[in-house]
Antibody
C-alpha cells in the first residue's frame, strides 16, 4: 500500500534553510486525485499545516509561513520537498508529510483530509 | 490564521461516551463541510478517524462518529476503550487563501 517517508537533516543552524524530502512508495505522486502536504508539530504542541503541492507543481502555503516556505515536486523520483528559510528555534518540530484526497472546484482545490501520513522526522534548530 | 478551539482535555470511563468539540468560525468550520479528525498516540503519526464532518475511513470502528452544528464540529467516541486514550485533533478547510487550519488538540484520558 502507499507509504510516505520523510528524510533530511535532523539538526539545522539558526538563520539557515531547513530542507526535507518525502518519498512516496507503493503509488504514484502524479495522481490527479491527491495533493501532498507538509505538517509540523513542535514538541508538546499541536499540529500546524505548512503547505501542499499538486503533482502539476501548483502550491498552497500557510499564510503565516508563506514568505519562508517553498514546496516542490519531482515526479520522476516520486518525491516532494520542503524548504523553510531563515529558521529559528521556533521551527524545531516533528515534520510530517501526508497525502490528501482533493476535489477541484471553481474556487480552487479542496482537500477532504490527510489520509496517509509519513512517520515524521524530528528537526532541531540549534547552533 | 487562528487555530480551531478544542478543550485541552476530556475523560471518560471504559464503556462510556465522550464528545470532543472543535469551534471555529464561519470562514472555516461553519462555512464548509470539510472537517476531519485525527487520533495521535504518543510518538506516533496522526491517524485519520473522520473526514468530511461525519465519514469514516475504512477500518475505523463505528464507535467513532462526527457531526457539525454551526461553527462547531464534534467527535463522539462511544463505548470507550483503553486504546482510545490519545490526543485528538480537528482540522478544517478554511477557504482558498488559508486552506487548512488545525485545532489545538484534546487529550483524551480513559479512566
Amino acid at each position: 500500500q502507499l507509504q510516505l517517508q520523510e528524510s533530511g537533516p535532523g539538526l539545522v543552524k539558526p538563520s539557515e534553510t531547513l530542507s526535507l524530502t518525502c518519498t512516496v512508495s507503493g503509488g504514484s505522486i502524479s495522481s490527479s486525485s491527491y495533493y501532498w502536504g507538509w505538517i509540523r508539530q513542535p514538541p508538546g504542541k499541536g499540529l500546524e499545516w505548512i503547505g501542499s503541492i499538486y503533482y502539476s507543481g501548483s502550491t498552497y502555503y500557510n499564510p503565516s509561513l508563506k514568505s519562508r516556505v517553498t514546496i516542490s515536486v519531482d515526479t520522476s523520483k516520486n518525491q516532494f520537498s520542503l524548504k523553510l528559510s531563515s529558521v529559528t528555534a521556533a521551527d524545531t518540530a516533528v515534520y510530517y508529510c501526508a497525502r490528501a484526497p482533493i476535489m477541484i472546484t471553481f474556487g480552487g482545490v479542496i482537500a477532504h483530509a490527510f489520509d496517509i501520513w509519513g512517520q515524521g522526522t524530528m528537526v532541531t534548530v540549534s547552533s | 490564521q487562528s487555530a480551531l478551539t478544542q478543550p485541552r482535555s476530556v475523560s471518560g470511563s471504559p464503556g462510556q461516551s465522550v464528545t470532543i468539540s472543535c469551534t471555529g468560525t464561519s470562514s472555516d468550520v461553519g462555512g464548509y463541510n470539510y472537517v476531519s479528525w485525527y487520533q495521535q498516540h504518543p510518538g506516533k503519526a496522526p491517524k485519520l478517524m473522520i473526514y468530511d464532518v461525519s465519514k469514516r475511513p475504512s477500518g475505523v470502528p463505528d464507535r467513532f462518529s462526527g457531526s457539525k452544528s454551526g461553527n462547531t464540529a464534534s467527535l463522539t467516541i462511544s463505548g470507550l476503550q483503553a486504546e482510545d486514550e490519545a490526543d485528538y485533533y480537528c482540522c478544517s478547510y478554511a477557504g482558498s487563501y488559508t486552506l487548512e487550519v488545525f485545532g489545538g488538540g484534546t487529550k483524551l484520558t480513559v479512566l
